[in-house]
């Protein structure tokens, strides 16, 4: 019964912090590019607390706290999605053009966040809960694709 919220306190807690870095860019503190390092870096330790439930859960069986970072899995997956999604926003508006864009794909660090991001794709669409019915036996292979 705690779980919900908590759940309830990371989703706003996301909300808050994506919130704040729009907000520092829209009220004119910031440039885009300032909220590139902040999106980025939340995007990758969400991405590595969720890919780390599963072998919590293996190394520690029953434990409380790995059972409360497997059972929040789904909500910090979706989170970092929206910071991977946020970062390749700002990362579009920061470069201004889409031939600046274009041209970034010369450099390592562009082209596979942008791979990363594709990869990220189908199983935060496959999240959803009428995606995951539609797909039925095949949504498990889908989650695994990160």
Known sequence: MLLRPARFLFRLAALAGAAWLVAGVLTGGWQWRHTL??????AVLLLAATLSAAPLERLLPGHRFVAGVAAMRRDMGLAAFGF??????????????????????AWTSIWTGWAAFVLLLPPA??????????LGPFWRPVQRLT
């Open 84 to 105: 991977a999604a946020l970062h390749m926003a700002a990362t579009v508006l920061a470069l201004g053009r889409l031939d600046h864009v274009i041209q970034g794909l």
């Open 125 to 134: 669409l496959s999240s959803v809960p009428s995606a995951k019915a539609g």
């Open 37 to 42: 390092e902040p999106s980025g870096l939340t």
